[in-house]
């Protein structure tokens, strides 16, 4: 007998730690989750605010935990970054408050990755190689006129050894000895991250579920655009959060496993 | 003939760049000002929001300048926060984002400084050597309970290159990750810093005058105890900006040495 699905919708969306994954390990039945949507046609696909690692580094991480999966089903905030960024202002010189992975994305989009301020936009990320030196360099670029754009507005990150800072910390610092805003912030949960995640699947947003652990971005972000939401609790939102009748997600599941009857 | 002065008050209180000096060069006149107040039996101590350098610093400085000064005629926010947080919470554990100066005076005022979370309180400064590392301490001691308290909160300092990201910066960071407010920012404007330079000149507020170059710091603090102000342009403020007659200083001079009749 096939599998049946707690929604019709043909693309579903899956926000990665504490959705399909806690750290390493994988929360049991995502796999066989995900195996089951595909076999019946649906379009999946993997959505991260994080730019420390490559998205062929979370497609590797995926296809080990029993998750097949291609670099290109999984859309991170640097990928949306650097796409966003190309329409606005296609291979611009740069500066970036950011690791490797974003650099080698923004390259591989054609962008001039500079360590000095003659740039024309400062990208701010999570950094944990953010120092005062990085700061003093965003702050003569925007002196000379650099815009600001970011990858994710997270306060903190959670990790095994509990939270450590997230991009906030690095966009704050800028902002104020700038004096200035960022002027985008394209991760979740901002509509951006999202039109590309629709675009990849070829899916439009009402049939289209996005299925995610975190109330103020997944939920949020999927109801504003107008998608199906589904919260797992098995991240960072527990059962008694008062906050789940004012989100008002459609589905509140225990687990991504129960998705699929 | 005894020099005749602008002002009769007993106390005098001057900023140091932008009024006594600009980077390594003294403004012109300032020597003779400041001997002729001193001659005439004034008391003069010199106020910096700058946690960058020892008090015996400024006063090598200064002497090396022509303005013979010990280190007790110099309050920094270094000093003051030492003392204020000696009241607060006298030989507490602490993180410091901050450079040695600033480390040696807590030490000297019998803080125990630690490298780790293991903290009361994380004191936040202007510290070239910010960076990741101690950003995340200081989330980790925050959420162990440690407070915040800061030097000074200056977005940018001006330096003989340009300005550079000050002690804001580091606040904002901290501020973003935590979710909390810095509790206590001693330096100008705040009249912590004002209350120690009074008990230094033994002089009250009304017998006493500020002069600096900077409305938003100096003056503004000035006129909110009732100290008489004198703004100086030889610093961040020109002779043409409105804000002058907002803020509205007694005394707007074009240099310290139009002081002295």
Not at 28 to 41: T, V
Not at 132 to 149: E, F, P, S
Not at 249 to 257: G, T
Request: glycine residues 10%; neutral net charge.
């Amino acid at each position: 007998m096939p599998a049946g699905f707690a929604l019709p919708h043909r693309g579903w969306l899956f926000d990665l730690d504490g959705t399909v994954y806690r750290g390493e390990a994988l929360i049991p039945g995502a796999d066989d989750a995900i195996a089951a949507l595909r076999a019946a046609g649906r379009r999946v696909a993997f959505l991260s605010n994080k730019p420390l690692q490559t998205r062929a580094d979370y497609a590797r991480k995926l296809t080990r935990l029993g998750i097949e999966t291609g670099e290109d089903d999984v859309i991170n905030s640097s990928l949306v970054l650097a796409r966003h960024l190309a329409r606005l202002d296609g291979g611009a010189p740069v500066f970036v408050i950011g690791e490797p992975p974003l650099i080698a994305e923004l390259r591989a989009h054609g962008f001039e990755v500079r360590g000095d301020h003659r740039v024309r936009w400062v990208v701010i990320a999570f950094d944990r190689t953010f120092d005062y030196a990085k700061l003093n360099t965003a702050l003569q670029a925007v002196r000379q006129g650099a815009r600001l754009i970011a990858t994710n507005p997270d306060r903190t990150c959670p990790t095994e050894d509990g939270e450590i800072p997230d991009c906030a910390g690095m966009t704050a610092a800028v902002e104020a000895v700038t004096g200035r805003t960022v002027e985008v912030i394209v991760g979740k949960p901002s509509p951006i991250i999202l039109e590309v995640a629709l675009a990849r699947l070829g899916v439009s947003a009402r049939d289209c579920v996005i299925v995610g652990d975190r109330l103020e971005t997944d939920i949020v972000m999927g109801k504003r655009l107008g998608l199906a939401t589904v919260l797992v609790l098995t991240g960072i939102t527990h059962a008694g959060d008062a906050r789940i009748a004012d989100t008002a997600p459609d589905l509140v599941v225990s687990s991504i496993r129960d998705l699929v009857r």
